[in-house]
């Protein structure tokens, strides 16, 4: 009998506490297929987010920090000062990446700093019940935007991965997405080439994923996968946002 | 190899002492008066294969000592009271975490951006945790560059022992003064650090974490870190006495303060005031049961501080109503030796202490 | 010299403006009586104020542990600059000893209760040929005046403070501070002295 | 031949294995789980070619699956 | 129009009467569990043409508030804990540069990132100040959805009035609950406020500021803002009084855990102990006179608190060593009655308080 | 009698502070002499940094707020919300923008607030004695980075103009030097543009002005000026960097 | 219907799983509370547990004010499910009221010093024609038992919270509320009462 | 004609201007001035365009020019 899909090592058996649908889950799985393919689950540390990954520490079967809202990135600079030869990344929703935490992303990103960002973005605030997210798309509406998202009033949506892709220090930059099994292959492909491009001392990387959060957009799971297509996707264009030389090669 | 002593700026001992504690990672961010402690360290932490990093903020520096603490480092951060206000969620989540690490807080006047002089206003927030939540770190009042040193060193040794953030607590004159010093050559021991994040190799993982989701959880788990506290509380306290013997007035002061206190306890003295000084060097735990102890015999305090009366309220609790608790403040001024006499000598008079108002009226002659 | 005022001086305050080396004279008289094992105590006004105004700071030096490391009226003041004579004339304790740089304070001390003295460092140090010295053949004048200090305990702290390529400014150090030495001695034996 | 494990205690019936499959073969249960989800069945095992999309869609790990070894 | 009383969460009541105080503009940050507040400002402000932000953190938040109360408008910013945490140099800069604003904080447990759960645990932050340098702000202690509504509707005035931060401190359950609540419909008067940054139009240019460059520059302004927060504390103590006139044993409690504590009480009366309540509304200022008045007559204090005990500080420091002051803690669990009545009929035994021991057999029975 | 040249009604007649040379006195007087031009000093509001520029509301004859470090897009938000007739700016440096106050800055931008920012790179934390700032040069000695900035440890200097303008908010970012007369105009051409842009309604505008340190830099005034355009240009490209089609208009 | 019990019948608790209607059950029996003139006080229990999870809260009507707003045993438990069931069987103060849904609970009650009532109904709200009300006929069971609240009050209580658009809902209430009355008295005339 | 008024008293002798005069005019005064600085000076009066290049570059707004209107 040969194995063709089970559970990663890199995850534990604790059953996820995600709404039915989420996004979360898959990613979840894509991270542990990545640290279990590349062997790396005993050397490997992540940090999770405040949001609704924040007990992702009991679920990821490798070490774990929670950090502060939005710090991540510096916990993890943190870890991976004192700790250089293991493998440290991030996992973090919009609200805790994009907004609160915005500065430290963006200095981890400036420095190069060795470790892997996964940036979970389902356009809204999940944990703490659906508020606008600074990813959250024009005209939608969340429970801080009773009205529709507008430009004027809240600005338009945060393009994350283009914007840093413009540091010198961040060398691999992707955005994927998980609404359709195509896409949650090439989204594991990209989680894999961002912890090589850690393994290999290139530089910081990151891959943004889109993602549902059926619960607080109010529909269905499959609904969420249709309206991510429809309305994420042409605003946050997919594909590898910047491939800098160094990781060329890499894959 | 004899010892020597070298003559240091108190931030620069600091980071000294805090290389020969074992630090091996330093995350700061520049602010006045404390800027030389980061800017020592930039220079000397390359030199011994250890971490500098000048970080974003404070909030990513105080998060940078949490991931380093939770991956099992002797660390450091610094700064001073506007950048410490900034660092308040990230104590309590390294408090809640046990987490040991240590915090250097060189005071500045406030509110608000304030000065640069030197203050001691920062003691509430230091003593009574300005974060959220229930939670106590050890407070080390240094009063001299010898003692900066000695508890920086120590400040490694108790983080690591309780596995709980100390926090260091001068003011910018300490900071910015020179002193001899004999600086500690060898770190404390390493401890074991079994849940530290390192990887999960052979073991089963590692976590860090804050958040207990079920009430009883976040109840339970209070309540351990509760008796952790009182354990500290219990075998902490550290205070140093100055002529208290035969005190009739306590003069209780700490840090700065406490080093004029002792000027013009002398000056006293030669007026015929029995004064004497006890110095808190631990902040939390309080030297309690010691003041309490004093104030049977005591006729008076008087709490000189600079700030406008914050150590004072633990004072009155120590002394519990017993007798006078005066306040001499000062905000962002380090006080004259000669008021403090003015203010001991009124003192003395109202609450019918021992005075030689015939040295009193020569002095000022 | 009267060596009963030697044994009163603990408190010194040094003043000038930024870049007359008033810090450093500072630190060498510190420096100096750490190495004769005395207790010493060194702080610098610091802040903005400093940015191209006044520099100042004080010295204390004792037999015994220092209590308070500032103090209001300094044993001895050591004036480098006409906004530090004008700021600092009147804190010198009664009896106490003020040294003024009078290549740049052209104005007399109008204090009776103090012993002053008026030395152009400038011109003496230009006399060695490096006015950055000026600061030094001031500390010479001092330890003159005063004995709170050896000579040679000032150029053993330059030696253990100097970079190594530095250490060949010694000698004119040390005859920086003779400058200062003998010329007070030269004045001691000429100007009135208003104890 | 695919052997399909469903652990169907995790499952918490989001359809979206069901939308995913190629052949149509995953459906919803008419009996909740102990959860009080509805969870998925595999409906005819005999059609199943092992792609695995299911699984890859599937957030909650219900999905394992093996093939026999030629 | 007859007003009508409304059925409202305590999170949309604080919302409601903030906009019948005539707040001009929301800034905040999403937290459990106080969301409810800014989703409900989300909704209404803009039906009545008032500014509602999202800020991208509470540290924006609480500087969007600064700016908008130096440019002259009433304002208001809302947060738990953590987010609290955040904020305390942006309360500190208010502090020090004399803004009026209104602070909602409504308390989870902690630390770190803890729980949602609802605690008492922020009491030290709140009444001594979290963040750096000497300062203080009101800090008002609601424990219904009518006085969440009445004393926001105040917080408003009094900010103006002293021009001064105002704190509501409440806590998670207190946000989630609802109770009928009658709403206030006007705002407090208009205050001029000639020193607001609008443009400098007729007039010299007005500038808000913190920073006091000279030593005693900087004194002088603590000086004065002590004069201020001592008048305050002269004018604004606010408690409450149940059952106290014959009271033996005095609980002190604030917020909830006081409604628990009352239900409490009445079941002492029932066998025979004569408690009472002494529930302050302002924890700062606190009032210490009314309970050292109502110490002369009691034979103990129970202090009861949703923390590992901060407020009974305060009260020992009130009591003066007077009476035993207890404490009752449970740190982010609303305590039980029954729990209370055990710990009141033990005290009361103790102390040598009326008891009726037959009824509590009886009860037990 | 024409005056060519004069101090501006906008800044008070207090003598400036800063070191002999420092560039934050020339741009003080170029947004003052713009505020005098578009004759809006009575409906003007500024927020000095901390750093060097902390006491700018003693310079500028307008009324002004110290901001918390770091938080002037913030505290600026707050202006202008409720004041939205009213102009509204930031005066920051490079420390204060481009490192604590990141998250600020990037959301002032996102959400197209009307205000504009004045930001001084001057590649050093001037105020507090020199220490590294985001925008520091690889190699640069500062008391932070003894050894010179290595890309290795503290990353590369942040493009923040660059950076921000991939900001659908951001409608007029310009990168300008104050080096010499020529750019000193120019610099005051791009500083009216910003103002003009929030004027009209458009968007967030922000100029990021090349200044010099003389002091922390350990040059003369003059060095500092040659040092600027040897070393800082290169990196720091000059020019309108973005001008949103909603803005071409203007000017 | 016991009189004394009635007066007694302050504290509530009301408990099921997410969207069940537990909490606007609650919010509309406060909120009649309020309507009458009533003291009332209503609280959820909030958290993650909520998401997915059980859903409850308490509810106190009483005459004078109200202190405790929580309390562990109440006078009325009303569970709406199995898992409510297992949970707060126990916590009903002795000879207090507990309401089943038997729809969803097929476990038979084991307290005997409780009043406890099975009623189906989601079956009962099903012919009515709209399972949603299920929750609307336990209410009316509730007020029939208990009489802590006039029928009408609820009505009122939903036609100031309902928009507009459901006020046509408001008959359909009405016959749930009935309903549910209906169903407890032709089970008090069959059914053993366990007091 | 231009008239140039130096505010010498606001003068820290940076040489900015100096350094930017197209005409090469400003020197540096050898009396300090009460700050302690050298004060720039203008050399020949007669030459100076009134471009005003020095004034720009002036961080302290020591130079202030007008021009005789023809
Ligand atoms: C300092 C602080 N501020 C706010 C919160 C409340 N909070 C918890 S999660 C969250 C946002 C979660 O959104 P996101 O990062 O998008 O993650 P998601 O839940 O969508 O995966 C917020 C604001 C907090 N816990 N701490
Ligand atoms: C919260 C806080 N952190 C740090 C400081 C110390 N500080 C004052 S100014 C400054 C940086 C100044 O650099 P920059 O923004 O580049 O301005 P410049 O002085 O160069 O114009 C710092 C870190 C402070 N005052 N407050
Ligand atoms: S709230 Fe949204 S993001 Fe959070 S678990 Fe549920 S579906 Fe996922
Ligand atoms: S393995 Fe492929 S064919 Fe089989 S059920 Fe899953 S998706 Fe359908
Ligand atoms: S995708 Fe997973 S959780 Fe969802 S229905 Fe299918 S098996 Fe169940
Ligand atoms: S330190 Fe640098 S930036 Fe600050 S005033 Fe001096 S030259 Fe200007
Ligand atoms: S105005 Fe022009 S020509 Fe005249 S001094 Fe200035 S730079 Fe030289
Ligand atoms: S540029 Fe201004 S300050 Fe500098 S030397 Fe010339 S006139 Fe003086
Ligand atoms: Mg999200
Ligand atoms: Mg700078």
Redesign the interface.
């Known amino acids: ?7 990663p090592q890199a ?2 058996n604790k ?12 990613i979840h ?1 894509l991270v542990a297929e990545v640290i279990d393919e590349l062997g790396i ?5 992540g ?2 987010p ?1 949001g609704c990954a ?2 992702a ?2 679920y ?12 991540s990135p ?6 991976k ?3 250089p030869d ?1 493998v440290v990344f991030t996992y973090q929703g919009d ?1 805790d990446l994009a ?6 992303v ?2 981890a990103a ?4 060795l470790i892997t960002t996964i940036f979970v973005n389902n356009a809204i ?1 999940g ?3 659906g ?2 997210a ?1 990813t959250s798309l024009l005209g939608q509406f969340t ?5 529709g998202r507008k ?9 994350v991965a ?2 840093l892709a ?4 961040a060398v691999y930059i992707a955005r994927m997405s998980v609404h ?2 195509t896409h ?2 090439r989204t594991k492909r990209a989680i894999k080439r961002a912890f090589e491009t850690q393994l290999e001392g290139k530089g910081y990387s990151l891959v943004e994923i889109l993602s549902t959060c ?2 607080n957009w109010g529909l ?3 609904e969420a ?1 249709k309206w991510l297509a429809d309305n994420m996707i042409p605003y946050y264009p997919l594909g590898e946002i910047k491939v800098a030389a160094a990781v060329e090669g890499i894959n | 190899m004899v010892r020597k002593k070298v003559l240091m700026k108190g931030n620069e001992a600091i980071g000294e002492a805090a290389i020969r504690a074992g630090c091996q990672a330093f995350f700061g961010y520049p602010i006045t008066p404390q800027s030389e402690l980061p800017e020592y360290l930039a220079r000397r932490m390359p030199e011994v294969d250890m971490i500098f990093l000048q970080a974003e903020s404070e909030l990513a520096a105080i998060s940078m000592v949490y991931g380093a603490a939770g991956a099992g480092a002797r660390v450091m951060t610094s700064s001073s009271s506007p950048g410490i206000s900034l660092k308040q969620e990230g104590i309590s989540m390294l408090a809640g975490a046990d987490l040991p690490a240590v915090i250097v807080n060189i005071m500045r006047g406030g509110p608000g951006i304030g000065g640069i002089q030197p203050s001691q206003a920062d003691y509430f927030q230091a003593t009574r945790g300005g974060g959220h939540g229930d939670y106590r770190h050890l407070v080390l009042a240094p009063a001299s560059i010898q003692e900066l040193a000695d508890l920086t060193w120590e400040a490694f040794a108790l983080a690591d022992q309780y596995r709980n953030p100390v926090l260091i607590l001068g003011d910018g004159m300490l900071g910015q003064m020179m002193e001899p010093v004999l600086l500690p050559e060898e770190p404390p021991p390493l401890v074991d650090k079994p849940w530290a994040t390192t990887g999960a190799k052979d073991r089963e993982h590692n976590e860090i974490y804050t958040l207990h989701m079920g009430m009883e959880d976040l109840e339970k788990h209070n309540q351990r870190l509760a008796k952790k506290w009182e354990q500290i509380a219990r075998e902490q306290v550290r205070y140093d006495k100055f002529m208290l013997d035969d005190a009739e007035i306590v003069i209780v002061a700490f840090g700065i303060a406490s080093r004029v206190a002792r000027r013009a306890i002398r000056m006293a003295r030669e007026v015929g005031i029995k004064a004497g000084l006890l110095r808190p060097i631990s902040l939390w735990p309080f030297p309690t049961a010691a003041i309490a102890e004093v104030a049977k015999q005591a006729r008076a305090f008087l709490v000189v501080e600079m700030n406008l009366g914050q150590m004072i309220e633990d004072v009155r609790l120590a002394t519990g109503g017993l007798v006078p608790v005066e306040l001499f403040s000062k905000i962002t001024i380090v006080p004259n030796p000669k008021e403090i006499l003015q203010s001991l000598c009124s003192l003395a008079r109202r609450t019918g202490c021992k005075i030689d108002e015939a040295a009193i009226k020569e002095e000022s002659a | 010299m009267d060596k009963k005022r030697e044994r009163e001086i603990r408190t010194l305050l040094l003043a000038g403006f930024g870049g007359q080396g008033i810090i450093s004279m500072g630190q060498f008289l510190a420096y100096a009586g750490m190495l004769e094992e005395r207790e010493v105590c060194f702080v610098p006004a610091y802040g903005p104020e400093m940015r191209g105004g006044t520099a100042n700071c004080l010295i204390t030096i004792d037999e015994q542990q220092i209590d308070s490391p500032i103090f209001e009226q300094p044993d001895v003041a050591v004036v480098m600059n006409l906004p530090s004579f004008n700021r600092f004339e009147y804190q010198v304790r009664s009896k106490g000893l003020l040294l003024v740089n009078s290549s740049l304070v052209n104005q007399p001390v109008q204090r009776q209760d103090i012993e002053a003295y008026s030395i152009p460092v400038n011109e003496l140090a230009s006399s060695l040929g490096n006015i950055k010295v000026a600061n030094v053949v001031m500390i010479g004048a001092l330890l003159e005046l005063t004995g709170i200090i050896q000579a040679e305990s000032i150029i053993d702290s330059m030696r253990s403070t100097f970079s190594d390529s530095k250490h060949n400014l010694l000698a004119l150090n040390r005859k920086a501070l003779e400058k200062g030495a003998e010329y007070v001695r030269y004045l001691s034996s000429k100007q009135r002295l208003a104890v | 031949m695919v052997e399909m494990i469903m652990h169907v205690e995790l499952c918490k019936g989001c359809g979206l294995c069901q939308a995913t499959c190629p052949q149509d073969l995953l459906s919803t249960s008419d009996q909740v789980n102990s959860k009080g989800f509805y969870p998925v069945v595999l409906l005819d095992k005999a059609k199943c070619t092992g792609c695995a999309l299911c699984a890859r869609m599937c957030p909650d790990l219900v999905i394992e699956i093996h093939k026999q070894t030629a």
Chains 1, 6 share one sequence.
């Open positions: 009998m040969k194995t063709v899909f089970s559970r995850l534990t059953p996820l506490h995600y709404c039915p649908g989420c996004g979360h889950g898959i799985r689950r005993e050397k490997t540390i940090t999770c405040v924040v007990v520490n009991e990821f079967n490798v070490d774990m920090q929670q950090a502060a809202h939005g710090r510096a916990v993890a600079t943190g870890i000062r004192v700790l293991r609200g907004s609160i935490g915005m500065t430290e963006v200095h400036a420095r190069g700093e605030y944990m703490t019940g508020q606008m600074p429970t801080t935007t009773p009205y430009k004027e009033l809240q600005g338009s949506p945060i393009r283009e914007m413009t540091l010198e220090g359709n099994a949650v292959m059926p619960t269905s799971p499959v996968t």
